[in-house]
C-alpha cells in the first residue's frame, strides 16, 4: 500500500469554481501533513502547510481529519493560474517526506 | 535569495558514462535529498542525508551513489548510465525534526537524458 494516495484527475473546472481535492496516508503517527504546487516541469513548490485545526490562505483552505488519516484542499474562485498538479506531502520518521502521486487541475475560461 | 541550488539544469549523457549533480542550499538545513520523476509518476526518493557525513538510501537507490562531505552540498553520482535512468531529478532541503512542521524546499530540477 502507497504511503500516500491521491485522485490523479485530471479535475476540469470553469473559472470561479470550488473545487476539492482529497488525500489519504497509512501512517497513523505521521504529525506533518503539506500540499505542494508543481507546475509543468517545474520543482514543487509549497501552498500551505495543514495544522490540526485546519487552516485558510486566502481562496484556499486545507483540512487534517486523524482519524481517517485523511487530508483535503479546498480551492475557492478558482483562477486560470490553479492550474498545476497539486502534491500531497506527509511528513514521517526521520524527516522523510512521502509524496502523493499528485492530483492535476485544469481551469478553462 | 538563492535557496536550493542544482547544476547543472540540463544534460544529455551516452549509455555508460558517468557524472556527478551538484545540489547547494544556503539555508543551513539539516536534511538533503535527491528524488527523481518521470512522466505521470509522482517523487520517488533516491538517497536523502541526515547531516554531514552521512547518507542513507531511499526508494530506488541502485545506480546511485551520494556524498555528503560539506553540510550545504549534496552531489549525486551516476557511475554508469543507463537509459533507464534519464528522468528529471529534484533536489530538496529541510530543517527541522520529524515533529516539526518545516517543508521541504526544492531545487529547481536537472533534466538528465541518457541515450
Known amino acids: 500500500r502507497k504511503e500516500v494516495e491521491q485522485d490523479p484527475g485530471p479535475f476540469n473546472v470553469p473559472e470561479g469554481a470550488t473545487v476539492a481535492f482529497n488525500c489519504t496516508y497509512s501512517?497513523?503517527?505521521?504529525?506533518?501533513f503539506f500540499w505542494y504546487r508543481q507546475d509543468c516541469r517545474k520543482e514543487p513548490k509549497l501552498l500551505m502547510s495543514v495544522y490540526s485545526s485546519g487552516n485558510e490562505d486566502g481562496r484556499f483552505t486545507a483540512q487534517l481529519n486523524r482519524a481517517s488519516q485523511y487530508i483535503s484542499l479546498l480551492i475557492r474562485d478558482s483562477k486560470l493560474s490553479d492550474s498545476a498538479t497539486y502534491l500531497c506531502?506527509?511528513?514521517?520518521?526521520?524527516?522523510?517526506?512521502?509524496f502523493g502521486s499528485g492530483t492535476k487541475l485544469n481551469v478553462k475560461p | 535569495n538563492a535557496g536550493v541550488t542544482q547544476t547543472p539544469k540540463f544534460r544529455v549523457l551516452k549509455t555508460g558514462q558517468s557524472m556527478t549533480l551538484l545540489c547547494a542550499q544556503d539555508?543551513?538545513?539539516?536534511?538533503m535529498y535527491w528524488y527523481r520523476q518521470d512522466p505521470g509518476m509522482g517523487l520517488r526518493l533516491i538517497h536523502y542525508?541526515?547531516?554531514?557525513?552521512?547518507?542513507a538510501k531511499g526508494e530506488v537507490p541502485d545506480g546511485y551513489n551520494v556524498s555528503r562531505l560539506k553540510k550545504q552540498n549534496f552531489l549525486l553520482g551516476l557511475e554508469s548510465a543507463a537509459p533507464s535512468q534519464t528522468s528529471v531529478y529534484f533536489c530538496?532541503?529541510?530543517?527541522?525534526?520529524?515533529?516539526?512542521?518545516?517543508?521541504?524546499?526544492f531545487g529547481d530540477g536537472t533534466r538528465l537524458s541518457i541515450l
Open positions: 539555508m543551513n538545513h539539516e536534511y
Open positions: 506531502v506527509v511528513k514521517g520518521n526521520f524527516n522523510k517526506f512521502y
Open positions: 501512517n497513523s503517527a505521521s504529525q506533518s
Open positions: 542525508s541526515v547531516g554531514e557525513g552521512t547518507t
Open positions: 530538496a532541503s529541510s530543517s527541522g525534526h520529524d515533529y516539526s512542521n518545516q517543508p521541504q524546499h
